[in-house]
């Protein structure tokens, strides 16, 4: 029988490691997107392929045109049909500014990557899902969008960050609604605070949050394993009947307490 097919983009590092690894387990081919850091993507591969699964590393930015029609192309070459696309390639500020010293290059750097990119991303790869049958899964197509804690928390030294993610929030809403009738299910993940390079310059911070302050009622940093079970259940088609759906994968963050 024929495997059914991801592209997560960002799969080198971090989360998206951790989601292209868990949807491997789950039987999909994995096309693994990197921007640059072509050992770590590499790394990825070896781990899936010595494990059984299949895959392959592709590189673009996908901030950039002419790479995301590349990448689109090298994914259809390879597996013939796109089951699953999660957008979860993304980067923080270069540096955390306070909202009144944040400067147009920060906006300009995060609204590509973090917002645009995938926007056009998806829009493409949704008009390839239209046109293909019922898959596996039962869809014609998944996708998922990891979003943040941040697209309803202010953090007011990278207000950049917030805006796009709750940016990319909406994009959930709108593809869910524009594909509901087509069997296209969209889903977004909201993580919490996940131990990945991105999270490494503040680690101190963050420690002190979770383990002396309770920040989250689940007292422990988030893994990329957290992130990819949440990906692999949507993969299985868990949720045949939800569309435009949050799933919070954060220790409980979300919570308001009195
Ligand atoms: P990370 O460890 O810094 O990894 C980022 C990944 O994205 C890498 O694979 C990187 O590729 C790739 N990437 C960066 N810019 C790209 C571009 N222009 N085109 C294609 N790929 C690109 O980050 P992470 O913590 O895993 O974050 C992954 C996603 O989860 C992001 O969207 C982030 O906003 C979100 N998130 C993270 C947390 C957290 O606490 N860590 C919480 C909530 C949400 P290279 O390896 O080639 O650089």
């Given at each position: 029988m024929t495997k059914p097919t991801a592209l997560v983009t960002?799969?080198?590092?971090g989360i998206g490691r951790g989601i292209a690894l868990e949807l491997s387990k789950a039987g999909y081919r994995v096309a693994i997107n990197y921007a640059s850091n072509e050992v770590a993507a590499q790394e990825v591969l070896t781990l899936i392929t010595q494990s059984g699964g299949e895959g392959f590393i592709v590189k673009a930015d996908i901030a950039k045109a002419s790479e995301r029609q590349s990448l689109v192309q090298e994914v259809l070459a390879q597996f013939?049909?796109?089951d699953l696309l999660v957008n979860n390639a993304g980067v923080a500020p270069t540096v955390r500014a306070d909202l009144l010293d944040a400067t147009e290059e920060s906006f300009d750097r995060l609204v590509s990557i973090n917002l645009k990119g995938p926007y056009l991303l998806t829009q493409q790869i949704a008009k390839q899902m239209l046109k293909q049958n019922k898959g596996l899964s039962g869809q014609r197509g998944l996708i998922v969008n990891i979003t943040s804690i941040s697209a309803y928390t202010a953090s007011i030294n990278r207000g950049d960050y917030c805006m796009v993610k709750a940016g990319l929030s909406m994009m959930t809403k709108l593809f869910a609604d524009r594909l509901a009738e087509d069997a296209i299910n969209v889903f977004e993940i909201r993580p919490g605070i996940i131990a990945t390079d991105m999270t490494g310059a503040v680690k101190a911070k963050y420690d002190k949050l979770i383990l002396?302050?309770?920040?989250?009622?689940?007292k422990r940093w988030g893994t990329p394993d957290d992130v990819g079970l949440a990906v692999r259940a949507i993969a299985e088609n868990r949720?045949?009947?939800?569309?435009g759906a949050i799933l919070d994968?954060?220790?409980?963050?979300?919570i308001r307490k009195l």
């Open positions: 960002g799969a080198s590092r013939g049909r796109l002396e302050d309770g920040i989250t009622p689940i949720f045949p009947f939800s569309t994968v954060d220790g409980g963050f979300h």
